[in-house]
């Protein structure tokens, strides 16, 4: 009699929970709809270096001896992928505005701004055209290393929006280069592109000084105050507020995949994010969670770790926030959770689109 050489049931139950449970799943990215009129469409990635978007797009792939077997980049995190901006952008069906974070340029380094204006802009009559805006680390002692090449936030806008009025700026008290903010003011809507502190236990110094004050846990929480304080000005004056970026905080266990980061620091971290932008206590912003807003507890993931295989390591990091009073707008928004779209970088792009007429 032949015998079954599959592994007893119970075993196979068990083995199948483990093959589940040790990466998390990827859900397909919604289908990227051509923008109607009156849709704003606001994008968010942390490309973790602009270089690679500054290269010729490569389309194939590519293994380095056709002797050896060639492996299939959907399993392979290694995969090269198309990822020059303007491709992106038209995969993207041309948004309005995409927020960087991580661009990583050197301050005063004229010549990489200069190509990166010149690699969004174009002059096709059938494609949309982009000015690049940006916000470059000038803090001598929390921003150096990699000769200057670290942290940095941009804006590309699309030179329809600027033509309508549309302004961009950093803030004063920001000298880490981890924030622009651009206005419309027909619509007196506020799209803050942030790259929020990481908190660790690495010491956070005076600028002025270069003495130590506390660690980038207590600067997070005082990123997290003062970032408070711009929105709340700007809610006072009657505006709505868009905040998107990589804000570091996985808000809760279904954000972070095997799991979320649980040291004191960051719980409290957590909680001060929590209590200043979603609370609705009196002192919160009760700000909406896009994604959440829209997708409930759906599982999907912005951050996804080059160094693992895919979906080992993964944390929900990435968020777009919205005043209130943007909520009955808010019609579309997703994580771009695929090999595909995380490119060169160790993010996935994210997106809210917005109903303004």
Not at 149 to 159: F, P, Q, S, W
Not at 255 to 260: K, N, R
Not at 312 to 336: F, K, N, P, Q
């Amino acid at each position: 009699m032949k015998r079954s050489i599959s592994p007893p049931s119970a075993k196979r139950v068990k083995l199948e929970r483990l093959q589940v449970t040790r990466y998390a799943p990827s859900i397909p990215p919604r289908p990227i709809h051509r923008l109607s009129q009156g849709q704003l469409r606001i994008f968010s990635w942390n490309i973790n270096g602009i270089d690679p978007f500054l290269q010729p797009a490569i389309t194939t792939y590519f293994t380095k001896s056709s002797r050896k077997r060639q492996r299939s980049p959907s399993t392979d995190d290694e995969a090269t992928v198309g990822s020059s901006f303007r491709t992106c952008l038209a995969r993207w069906q041309f948004p309005q505005i995409v927020g960087l974070q991580e661009v990583k340029i050197r301050p005063g380094d004229e010549k990489t701004m200069g190509r990166v204006r010149k690699a969004v802009a174009t002059s096709s009559k059938t494609d949309q055209s982009y000015r690049a805006f940006f916000s470059l680390p000038r803090d001598k002692y929390n921003a150096k290393g990699f000769g200057g090449k670290v942290y940095g936030v941009a804006m590309l806008v699309r030179e329809d929006v600027i033509d309508a009025g549309a302004t961009v700026s950093d803030i004063d008290w920001d000298l880490e280069g981890r924030i622009l903010v651009l206005k419309l003011p027909k619509h007196k809507i506020a799209v803050f592109n942030v790259y929020a502190v990481n908190g660790t236990d690495n010491p956070y110094r005076n600028p002025n000084t270069g003495e130590v004050e506390g660690t980038r846990h207590d600067r997070k929480r005082q990123f997290h105050s003062d970032l408070h304080q711009e929105i709340q000005k700007l809610e006072a004056d009657k505006w709505s507020v868009i905040v998107a970026g990589d804000l570091n905080i996985a808000r809760s266990l279904i954000d972070g995949f095997p799991g979320i980061r649980m040291a004191a620091a960051h719980i409290q971290n957590r909680a001060d994010f929590e209590s200043k932008f979603i609370s609705n206590d009196g002192s919160g912003l009760c700000m909406l969670d896009t994604f959440r807003h829209l997708h409930d507890d759906e599982r999907k993931y912005s951050y996804r770790s080059r160094g693992v295989t895919w979906g080992a390591s993964c944390d929900r990091v990435d968020l777009i926030l919205a005043s209130r009073t943007a909520g009955s707008a808010v019609s579309g928004a997703d994580i771009l959770d695929t090999i595909l779209e995380r490119g060169p970088s160790d993010h996935v792009p994210i997106y809210v689109t917005l109903e303004l007429d």
